[in-house]
């Protein structure tokens, strides 16, 4: 049985198992890992083949975000909308971005997989996280605040910012709809250039599985397997951690709004596989928003949620930093008191959202939370450097699946999510006639789930 295609008939037939895009990224995966493993300098010479599909990706997310954000606000008749569906949403991430720093935190207390390390502080090179550290310091709440705002309408699209072309998004969508009949034409308009756009999508995605067989062949080929075994206590308990988060919190959240969260991953098997394979969840951005449009969540929630999501509902990064902090505490012999641990969490809580779309801001956050802790060097943030790319894959993936749980949540709370689009498209079933996806919500056949 299929999904319907862009015109709401069914193909003609069965797809070949090869064609579909989860088995080719799966096989590209495998390769380069292979490829990286047996000839490394080789797999490292392939970091242009990652690169230069993550930049493909990252040149058409401006627009998009754009023009699904306009077009949904604007085609709402209820602009107070906008404000419930905004507050419900950073409602929705205080919450679960509180918990996984705590699971974070409770687990590293549990498990200790930095006890035992014995490491001297003063053989630690601090000069090999000094970048990281001084961005850190560069970072602070009102610089973040006013950062949103963009120099020009137009600068937004050229630094590729996401916060701030949510920014002007939203404000041009309100003034679109504010304008009411005068603005139809330009709303008809940005629909058209909607569905071009994400027709664009489609063609850029046929590129993943060499974007993810460069990127996997890199990160084996200059990383290597064997860097991961001295410290792999602490990448299978970042890894364990993080399931138990998606499974347990998550897939409790998801049951209780209807959905199953196993679903919901199938669903994104394509995403997942290409977030896995070039450690970024950017790359399946755009993909995201089409998928949930397909189950059922309107439009202006999912262009709200969804970009917004991704600065603000880190809950992989959060994880990862609790647990980090605590490993390198750990592996110093530094025990911290619990109030020194309450601060951290508190101060993650700030930094994850102040350092949010900085390059390498897993590594920024980190360094800012331990600088409320002098008993912890931020020296210390080497011992974990080498692992740090294995560990990227993680945050990324559990960051993507919670801002696919908060959107179908805040639609729900919303009262803005199709039950029966989202029942079919969870489990690979043709889409209700009424909740045909508009022409501009996605890419089509290329992205779509299909099962025989």
Request: proline share 4%; with cysteine.
């Amino acid at each position: 049985m299929h999904i319907a295609s862009d015109h709401g008939q069914a193909p003609a037939g069965p797809r070949p198992w090869w064609s579909h895009l989860y088995v080719q990224v799966l096989g590209a995966i495998l390769l380069g890992g292979a490829l990286g493993h047996f000839f490394p300098e080789f797999g490292e010479s392939l970091k242009p083949l990652g690169d230069g599909f993550i930049k493909l990706v990252k040149m058409v997310i401006a627009p998009v975000i754009f023009l699904t954000i306009v077009v949904g606000i604007a085609g709402m008749r209820d602009i107070g909308k906008v404000g419930r569906v905004a507050a419900k949403a950073f409602a929705y991430f205080l919450v679960f971005s509180t918990l996984a720093l705590i699971v974070g935190l409770i687990v590293a207390n549990l498990v200790q997989p930095g006890r035992g390390l014995n490491i001297d502080p003063a053989s630690l090179d601090a000069g090999s996280v000094s970048q990281y550290s001084t961005a850190a310091h560069e970072t602070t709440v009102v610089g973040f605040l006013l950062a949103i705002i963009p120099d020009t309408f137009v600068s937004a699209f050229s630094t590729g910012n996401i916060l701030q072309v949510l920014f002007i998004s939203v404000l041009f969508g309100l003034a679109l709809a504010m304008v009411g009949d005068a603005g139809k034409p330009v709303l008809t308009m940005l629909e058209s250039v909607s569905t071009a756009f994400f027709k664009l999508v489609a063609i850029v995605m046929k590129a993943a599985p060499i974007g993810a067989f460069g990127a996997f062949a890199f990160t084996i080929g200059a990383y290597g397997i064997a860097s991961v075994i001295n410290l792999i206590a602490l990448v299978a308990t970042f890894y364990l951690t993080s399931a138990i988060f998606v499974v347990g919190i998550l897939g409790l959240v998801a049951i209780a709004n209807g959905f199953s969260i196993f679903k919901l991953m199938r669903y994104l098997k394509e995403e997942l596989l290409l977030v896995l394979g070039t450690s970024s969840s950017e790359a399946a951005l755009p993909s995201l928003l089409q998928k949930m449009e397909r189950a059922g969540a309107s439009k202006s929630v999912v262009g709200l949620v969804v970009p917004t999501g991704y600065s603000f509902n880190l809950d992989g990064t959060n994880i990862y930093m609790t647990m980090a902090a605590l490993f390198i505490a750990q592996a110093l012999n530094i025990e911290l008191t619990l109030w020194q641990q309450v601060t951290l969490l508190l101060v993650a809580m700030l930094s994850s959202k102040g350092a949010a779309g900085i390059t390498g801001a897993g590594f920024i956050t980190l360094a800012a939370t331990l600088a409320v802790v002098p008993d912890v060097p931020i020296a210390g943030m080497a011992l974990i450097l080498g692992i740090d790319r294995f560990m990227s894959e993680c945050r990324a993936l559990t960051n993507f699946i919670g801002n696919a749980v908060a959107t179908l949540v805040v639609a729900r709370w919303e009262g803005a999510l199709d039950r029966d689009a989202l029942s079919a498209a969870l489990n690979g079933e043709p889409a209700p006639v009424a909740a045909t996806p508009d022409p501009a919500a996605g890419p089509g056949d290329d992205l779509a789930l299909a099962r025989d």
